[in-house]
Nanobody, 130 residues
């Protein structure tokens, strides 16, 4: 099981960016997918999750309204659309997979539980700067 995050980017404040997470070696539609991020000097934060089948989603309060998670199971890919980027969004972004959407949301709400997730992407660095 392998997750491949898209290449990161240096972007200007106020612009948009779409991150992707692609499955390799397994069928993505069997898994719920979550996005996490870790800013410099801060703890890992769970920001969004999407269920494997019915498209149920979760967003943390810090990103609600600006971030949109979606999935294309035919392409084995989950996307994270980030709008109106600010310097506060500068972070290393990771995707993670779990068979249970409920478990993934619990981890997103309590990132100290992240050690229980087995499948992670390699991370993609997003830097927001003018």
């Amino acid at each position: 099981v392998q997750l491949v995050d898209s290449v990161g980017d240096l972007v200007q404040p106020g612009t948009s960016l779409r991150l992707s997470c692609t499955a390799s070696g397994f069928q993505l539609d069997e898994y719920a997918i979550g996005w996490f991020r870790q800013a410099p000097g801060k703890e890992r934060e769970g920001i969004s999750c999407i269920s494997h089948s019915d498209g149920e989603t979760y967003y943390s309060d810090s990103v609600k309204g600006r971030f949109t998670i979606s999935r294309d199971n035919a392409k084995d890919t989950v996307y994270l659309q980030i709008d109106n980027l600010s310097s506060n969004d500068t972070a290393l972004y990771f995707c993670a997979a779990d068979l249970s959407y409920g478990s993934l949301v619990r981890v997103a709400k309590s990132p100290t539980l992240a050690r229980y997730l087995e499948h992670w992407g390699q991370g993609t660095l997003v830097i927001v700067s003018s």
